[in-house]
């Protein structure tokens, strides 16, 4: 069993940035693959960014190419996500998962365990 808490969202103007963290609780963590999911108003979710157990492969959403980067920390158990250039089009709720597999994926059905997730507000 894994327990996802995410924090670091909040408002921010457009142009900024916000690094939102997740923690896992769980002696598996490095075994897990680890992505972040957004919802926004009135749309699906949709994936963000992941990354497999060791950190060495990541994946990125093109709408956040080149200004989103994924990490993650084994030894504290947690998983980071930096966003800088924000756009209000960013603004959503984001969500940790996490997956028994060393690969990443980007489908959501692939990933059995989830945060509460933390609301992302950029203004223009």
């Known amino acids: 069993q894994v327990q996802l808490v995410e924090s670091g969202g909040g408002l921010v103007q457009a142009g900024g940035s916000l690094r939102l963290s997740c923690a896992a609780s769980g002696r598996t963590f490095s075994r897990y693959a680890l992505a972040w999911f957004r919802r926004a108003p009135g749309k699906e979710r949709e994936p963000v960014s992941a990354?497999?157990?060791?950190?060495?492969?990541?994946y990125y959403a093109d709408s956040v190419k080149g200004r989103f980067t994924i990490s993650r920390d084994n030894a504290k158990n947690t998983v980071y996500l930096q966003m800088n250039s924000l756009k209000p089009e960013d603004t959503a709720v984001y969500y940790c998962?996490?997956?028994?597999?060393?690969?990443?994926?980007?489908?959501?059905?692939?990933?059995?365990?989830w945060g509460q997730g933390t609301q992302v507000t950029v203004s223009s």
């Open positions: 990354i497999n157990w060791s950190g060495e492969t990541t």
């Open positions: 998962a996490a997956s028994p597999s060393s690969y990443y994926y980007a489908q959501a059905n692939r990933y059995n365990y």
